[in-house]
């Protein structure tokens, strides 16, 4: 089996280095990953050919959940964005993303009515259908940040056995978000219990108009939180 370090590598690689077109860095680390072979990726929908990543042959199970901020602080250019980012990871990922390789969800979060899961781990296994998928979801744009229900749902409906996830599956999640949640209680509970079940958490901070809660992040993120923490400066 494929080493999981060089596949969470290259799931950061794809997704940060999309961000990263219309953002600036403000904390956390540097993306010089010797994968990325133009660091001038002037629109990765259009030039997927400049994030290079290595192709990876050997079987790898992983269960992928993109947990996407979809509140009222995020706007509709940040939110394509997202799913721009999204796309490209899903596009360019180095293994195999079928049934029995790497299975992909997706999670959305704004207010209570408006944080659900978009996808599930057993929904769709063709690259092709997911990318379509993540195109296609509506932005919420509503008031509230429920991150930590978005957490909660990642554990009791997404990384379940009836919902497509594998015990032996590495497990992995890539969290978007804007701006502070509104439960951060629940927050720190459900990272923990994710956490404490073997996922891998890592999350991208855009600050737009507010600065972004880096603690509470922090407090969410794998360790070290240096290489599972990236705070950025959306693009105007």
Do not use: W
């Amino acid at each position: 089996m494929a080493c999981p370090r060089m596949m969470y590598v290259c799931v950061c690689v794809c997704a940060v280095a999309s961000l990263l077109t219309d953002a600036a860095p403000i904390q956390g680390p540097t993306i010089q990953d010797p994968t990325i072979q133009d660091p001038t990726i002037k629109d990765p929908e259009i030039q997927d050919s400049t994030i290079q990543v290595p192709t990876i042959q050997d079987p790898v199970k992983m269960d992928l959940l993109f947990i996407v901020d979809s509140s009222h602080g995020v706007g509709q250019r940040q939110f394509h964005r997202f799913k721009r980012s999204m796309k490209t990871t899903v596009r360019n990922f180095p293994a195999a993303i079928d049934k029995d390789n790497v299975r992909v969800a997706m999670i959305m979060f704004s207010d209570e009515a408006e944080t659900r899961v978009v996808f599930h781990l057993d929904d769709m296994f063709d690259k092709e259908e997911i990318m379509n998928a993540i195109g296609h979801t509506k932005y919420a744009g509503n008031p509230g940040r429920m991150m930590g229900k978005a957490l909660g749902l990642a554990r009791e409906k997404v990384f379940h056995q009836e919902r497509g996830s594998r015990e032996d599956a590495h497990r992995l999640v890539f969290l978007m978000t804007t701006g502070p949640s509104d439960d951060p209680k629940d927050v720190k509970h459900q990272a923990a219990e994710l956490l404490n079940n073997g996922v891998e958490l890592f999350a991208t901070g855009i600050a737009i108009d507010s600065p972004i809660d880096k603690e509470e992040l922090v407090d969410i993120v794998s360790a070290p939180p240096e290489t599972h923490l990236y705070i950025l400066q959306a693009g105007r």
